[in-house]
């Protein structure tokens, strides 16, 4: 059974940073695609970023902004986010898939998904 924890959300400012966590057990991340979603009041759940071995992946909203890695030793996958700004409110959700995938954004390709953490930015 593999299961996915998310932690590490919570109100921050604008400008501000935070670190998403998602620890992992069933399953060795090392071997597998981890990534990052959210999902906005009213909003579909859009691709965040993404890490398959050393190849990171970024949405264009993100990029230059959010950092995305995993520890091993761990099993974890983290996110880093800084100079957050409001329309990065969302819930965060991790999610693992296989390795082979191509389309990193496809969310029909992760398997098992997170229960998902609330990041709340004012302005």
């Known amino acids: 059974q593999v299961q996915l924890v998310e932690s590490g959300g919570g109100l921050v400012q604008a400008g501000g940073s935070l670190r998403l966590s998602c620890a992992a057990s069933?399953?060795?991340?090392?071997?597998?695609?981890m990534g990052w979603f959210r999902q906005a009041p009213g909003k579909e759940r859009d691709f965040v970023a993404a890490?398959?071995?050393?190849?990171?992946y970024y949405a264009d909203s993100v990029k230059g902004r959010f950092t995305v890695s995993r520890d091993n030793a761990k099993n974890t996958v983290n996110l880093q986010m800084n100079s957050l700004k409001p329309e990065d409110t969302a819930v965060y959700y991790c999610?693992?898939?296989?390795?082979?995938?191509?389309?990193?954004?496809?969310?029909?390709?992760?398997?098992?998904w997170g229960q998902g953490t609330q990041v709340t930015v004012s302005s």
């Open positions: 999610a693992t898939a296989s390795s082979l995938i191509v389309q990193m954004r496809g969310q029909d390709l992760y398997d098992y």
């Open positions: 890490i398959r071995w050393t190849d990171t």
């Open positions: 069933g399953r060795t991340i090392s071997r597998y695609t």
